[in-house]
């Protein structure tokens, strides 16, 4: 069944009519995991599922609503809405996501520890309220390399690959991965962090070279006191430290896509020494840039 989102834009966005069920997603009984990326996503009244859906915002931004609630959305953004709960799209801007939806009784039965992390108690088990955090783009260009390959094992319709198995394992180590990092963030932080989306944003138009503190203080509008101590308590690091997790970020982008040397990646995300390149890629996915391409491609192969 493909739904058509775009009616969601017709004025309707205050009314519920629609429920996603089971059966128009999940096409294997024994294993019910889908992944879909939506690129882009688009404008989609108040509805629910009969199934679990975890959301990963890759670019862009928009609004995820309720009948209660608006939620600013941009690169980052993790939310989880449980059965049952309606939500919906508006004021979306080249907005692209992630959906991983799974059944209402695939983690339960086999969930070993996971209800011993209070993060996933939080995110997960809860029934009533969608449950969000914003994560940093090192954070981000760690786990979508895990959710495209739990893509490519739960569209593997081969009798006897495994495929089941795997896109099952990677869809539990990134529940725990999240899990992990929301226990890790101040309960505040995204509530901040919204405060600073204006700088954000430029920051993301500006991910081909360096950019100092006056130019993010002019941005935000704000002392550089007070800009620091707001990016400390939202994301744990300084706006130039950002900035850097950004354009590293975009590096393991652009190492993905493959074809470019490591002096061009290096060029492209506004790095003119490229061992001082390799220092920052270090230091924030603490492995060399050689090493992430050579990780990446061989779970690939």
């Known amino acids: 069944m493909v739904l058509d989102k775009q009616w969601g834009m017709d004025n309707h966005f205050g009314m519920s009519e629609t429920i996603l069920t089971e059966n128009s997603f999940f096409y294997e009984p024994t294993m019910q995991l889908k992944v879909i990326k939506r690129d882009p996503e688009l404008p989609y009244r108040l509805h629910s599922h009969e199934f679990h859906e975890l959301v990963i915002v890759i670019s862009g931004?928009?609004?995820n609503f309720t009948a209660t609630e608006q939620i600013p959305l941009r690169e980052g953004s993790v939310f989880f809405i449980p059965p049952g709960v309606e939500?919906?799209?508006k004021d979306v801007e080249n907005l692209v996501l992630y959906n991983i939806l799974y059944g209402r009784n695939l983690i339960t039965r086999h969930a070993l520890d996971l209800t011993e992390l209070p993060g996933f108690c939080t995110i997960f088990l809860q029934s009533?309220?969608?449950?969000?955090?914003?994560?940093?783009p090192s954070q981000i260009a760690e786990l979508i390399p895990l959710v495209q390959l739990m893509e490519k094992e739960?569209?593997?319709q081969s009798y006897g690959s495994g495929s089941r198995t795997l896109a099952y394992a990677y869809l539990i180590e990134l529940l725990v991965?999240?899990?992990?990092?929301?226990?890790?963030?101040?309960?505040?932080?995204?509530?901040?962090?919204?405060?600073?989306w204006e700088v954000i944003s430029y920051m993301d138009g500006n991910l081909d070279k360096a950019?100092?503190?006056e130019d993010l203080v002019a941005i935000a509008n704000m002392s550089t006191?007070?800009?620091n101590r707001c990016f400390k308590q939202s994301t744990g690091l300084s706006p130039i430290e950002f900035h850097i997790h950004k354009r590293i970020a975009h590096a393991c982008s652009l190492i993905q896509e493959r074809g470019l040397s490591m002096g061009q990646v290096s060029e492209a995300c506004g790095f003119k020494d490229p061992n001082y390149f390799s220092r920052?890629?270090?230091k924030v996915m603490g492995m060399s840039p050689k090493q992430y391409q050579r990780i990446f491609t061989s779970r690939f192969t």
């Not at 009533?128 to 940093?136: A, C, D, K, N, R």
């Not at 899990?179 to 995204?190: A, G, L, V």
């Open 61 to 63: 931004r928009g609004i």
């Open 87 to 89: 939500h919906g799209y």
């Open 128 to 136: 009533e309220h969608i449950v969000g955090l914003t994560l940093s």
């Open 154 to 156: 739960a569209d593997d």
């Open 177 to 196: 991965q999240i899990s992990r990092i929301y226990d890790q963030i101040p309960r505040e932080t995204n509530q901040t962090a919204r405060r600073l």
């Open 211 to 213: 950019l100092t503190t």
């Open 225 to 227: 006191s007070t800009l």
């Open 280 to 282: 920052q890629f270090r």
